[in-house]
């Protein structure tokens, strides 16, 4: 059975050709006045009657295409309920010798309409079920695409917890750094005030004990320790304690100038790393699913259209971060 949307997209088209076919006619005024009378009757149809409308007016288009004019009941001013006019066009024709002869080629005329409207029942029912199954077929693959979407967005939405987990990272890493810079200040005053000349100064191991990360930056750190203290034995009278302490801070300087350069530089290339990888998957995760979608999507060209030029902008999103 057709749907009241079929229906009514019939019923458009069937009274574009009926309004063609009097276009093309003589100029009859009975036909047009006629015409336009049943299709004010036709446009005011119930819902429930929208097939019966449709039947009347196939019959009428049949009336107009077969002889240029209209016949009962379309010539009939009495006639204007569409439940009468549908079954007095289902009765069979009336072979009565008292008809006369209009209403005889009328019946005529009736048969011939109610075969070529059954046929084309038949037709729309046909062309209704491939419809129908076609409609099936792309639900089907809608559902799959929405359900390769759905875990396209779930791994999205992981990514960006995975992104603003690194985002918390990378506060935490810099309030180590803030810390470490703290650190820095503080340790040279503490150092300074464990050194004595009784014994060698552990002056830079007191400083950078929390960066070693081995045994071998230990070991270097000493080796400054031991460098520092034969320098203060060397030079202790203060005309030289300026020039000791100016290549003392020039070494730590330089120490930590690196150990900052260091774990800056590791701090960066993970975060680098990390985003990028992040990046690469996400335009990977948009041109599966660009291509799912060219691929097996056979909807509206504009709703395809759109689709693909949101998934590129995404694409281009993430392409220029």
């Known amino acids: 059975m057709l749907s009241d949307y079929e229906l009514d997209k019939l019923f458009v088209k069937q009274i574009s050709s009926v309004t063609r076919i009097v276009k093309n006619l003589p100029e009859n005024d009975a036909v047009l006045s006629a015409c336009t009378r049943w299709f004010q009757i036709l446009q005011k149809a119930k819902k429930e009657e929208k097939f019966e409308r449709n039947y009347i007016l196939l019959m009428l288009h049949r ?59 038949h037709q729309n029912e046909d062309q209704y079920q491939r419809l129908s199954r076609l409609n099936d077929t792309l639900g089907k693959e809608l ?27 990378n506060r935490m890493f ?53 460098r520092l203290e034969q320098v203060l034995r060397e030079h202790i009278n203060h005309r030289s304690r300026e020039a000791v302490w100016q290549e003392i801070t020039k070494e730590y300087d330089a120490l930590r100038a690196e150990f900052d350069r260091r774990y800056k530089q590791i701090i960066e290339d993970q975060e680098t790393t990390q985003f990028q990888e992040l990046s690469f998957y996400g335009k990977k995760c948009l041109m599966i699913l660009k291509t799912l979608f060219i691929e097996s999507f056979n909807g509206e060209k504009q709703l395809k259209s759109n689709v693909i030029a949101y998934l590129d902008k995404q694409y281009e999103t993430l392409h220029r971060k």
Not at 144 to 169: F, G, H, P, Y
Not at 201 to 224: H, I, N, T, V, Y
């Open 63 to 121: 009336q107009l295409n077969d002889s240029d004019t209209l016949g009962f009941p379309f010539n009939d001013e009495r006639q204007n309920e569409l439940q009468t006019v549908y079954q007095i066009t289902l009765k069979p024709a009336d072979s009565d010798d008292n008809d006369d002869d209009i209403q005889a080629s009328s019946s005529s005329s009736n048969c011939r309409c109610i075969a070529c409207t059954d046929s084309k029942s």
């Open 143 to 169: 559902q799959v695409l929405q359900s390769k979407l759905n875990i396209l967005t779930e791994r999205r939405k992981l990514c960006l917890v995975k992104i603003d987990d690194m985002q918390k990272a």
């Open 174 to 226: 810099q309030k180590d750094i803030d810390n470490m810079k703290k650190i820095f200040l503080s340790s040279p005053v503490t150092a300074l005030k464990k050194l004595t000349l009784n014994e060698c100064p552990r002056f830079f191991s007191l400083m950078f004990k929390g960066l070693c990360q081995s045994a071998q930056d230990s070991e270097k750190f000493r080796q400054l320790d031991e």
